[in-house]
């Protein structure tokens, strides 16, 4: 009986064990073959990804190189209205001096003028006489 009984359980065992064997063989392919086509679908994923991360971080450096410009000609702009600025506060300012020392030297002329007219003894004799006269007349 011993035969027999090892007997039926060889013939039940040895079909589970191929079967068995079969299955796990043909499991693992499956799960190679889903592994697989994992991997790519997230390789290509990836390569999606890394191509719109390069195409983004190229358009934030042109906008980061247009506001550069722009602040650079911004820059520029205000450099040159100080400039312009600065440039006609000198000519006010020299014109202001000019003018200054224009009015100082005519008023210093005019005052030499007439304290050489006022100072010199035909006027003087001249404005003594003018004097006598109108002394006389309202006599």
Not at 97 to 106: I, V
Request: charged share 35%.
């Amino acid at each position: 009986m011993n035969a027999n009984l090892w007997t039926q359980l060889l013939i039940a065992i040895i079909p589970a064990i191929i079967t068995g064997i079969g299955s796990l063989i043909i499991s693992l392919k499956k799960c190679k073959n889903e592994i697989r086509t994992l991997e790519t679908n997230n390789k290509h994923e990836i390569e999606k990804l890394m191509k719109q991360h390069e195409i983004d971080l190229n358009a934030l450096k042109e906008k980061h190189r247009i506001d550069l410009e722009t602040k650079e000609k911004e820059h520029q702009l205000k450099l040159e209205e100080i400039k312009v600025q600065n440039e006609q506060e000198i000519l006010k300012k020299e014109k202001e001096l000019s003018n200054s020392a224009m009015y100082s030297m005519m008023g210093d002329a005019t005052k030499d003028l007439f304290a050489g007219i006022f100072s010199s003894p035909e006027f003087k004799e001249e404005m003594h006489k003018k004097i006598r006269e109108g002394f006389n007349k309202n006599k």
